[in-house]
């Protein structure tokens, strides 16, 4: 008897994954009043999309940007070691950069020893702020299939 319910919730199951799985832009949309204080989205021709600090760069077209490559923005040195690399945001990497800077850095340059100027942890929509960000990124590449 048991196997008679085994098998069917077996094929329910990655229809029930899925929904949790989807990244929600309007959400991360709405939590983006958490990255206010140090960043803003600024379109290139000034238009703002979302006001907001200097203290960070600007995010506008961040997903398919290569890292640390705002012009005339100074960062930290650790970032810009990775953007030395070649690496270019994408939404799983900027998920689990927002999610722990230093956690990331530390993944990514492979030394225990980085420093980032971004102590701010979005512990929970990471998956959401970065399908936000793609969508002010005009110039990012369109999702595999």
């Given at each position: 008897?048991?196997?008679?319910?085994?098998?069917?919730?077996?094929?329910?199951?990655?229809?029930?994954?899925?929904?949790?799985?989807?990244?929600?832009?309007?959400?991360?949309?709405?939590?983006?009043?958490?990255?206010?204080?140090?960043?803003?989205?600024?379109?290139?021709?000034?238009?703002?999309?979302q006001k907001g600090g200097k203290t960070g760069p600007n995010l506008y077209n961040i997903i398919g940007r290569q890292v640390a490559s705002e012009e005339?923005?100074?960062?930290?040195?650790?970032?810009?070691?990775?953007?030395?690399?070649?690496?270019?945001?994408?939404?799983?990497?900027?998920?689990?950069?927002?999610?722990?800077?230093?956690?990331?850095?530390?993944?990514?340059?492979?030394?225990?020893?980085?420093?980032?100027?971004?102590?701010?942890?979005?512990?929970?929509?990471?998956?959401?702020?970065?399908?936000?960000?793609?969508?002010?990124?005009?110039?990012?590449?369109?999702?595999?299939?």
């Amino acid at each position: 008897m048991g196997i008679k319910i085994f098998v069917p919730v077996l094929a329910v199951l990655p229809l029930l994954a899925g929904p949790a799985m989807a990244q929600d832009a309007a959400a991360g949309e709405a939590d983006f009043k958490r990255c206010k204080a140090c960043h803003a989205i600024t379109a290139d021709d000034g238009t703002d999309i979302q006001k907001g600090g200097k203290t960070g760069p600007n995010l506008y077209n961040i997903i398919g940007r290569q890292v640390a490559s705002e012009e005339d923005f100074r960062y930290g040195e650790s970032i810009e070691a990775v953007g030395e690399t070649g690496l270019v945001w994408d939404e799983e990497n900027l998920a689990a950069y927002i999610t722990d800077p230093k956690a990331w850095l530390e993944e990514v340059l492979g030394d225990k020893k980085v420093k980032t100027k971004m102590t701010y942890k979005h512990r929970k929509g990471a998956e959401d702020m970065a399908a936000y960000l793609k969508s002010v990124s005009p110039d990012a590449p369109p999702a595999e299939s």
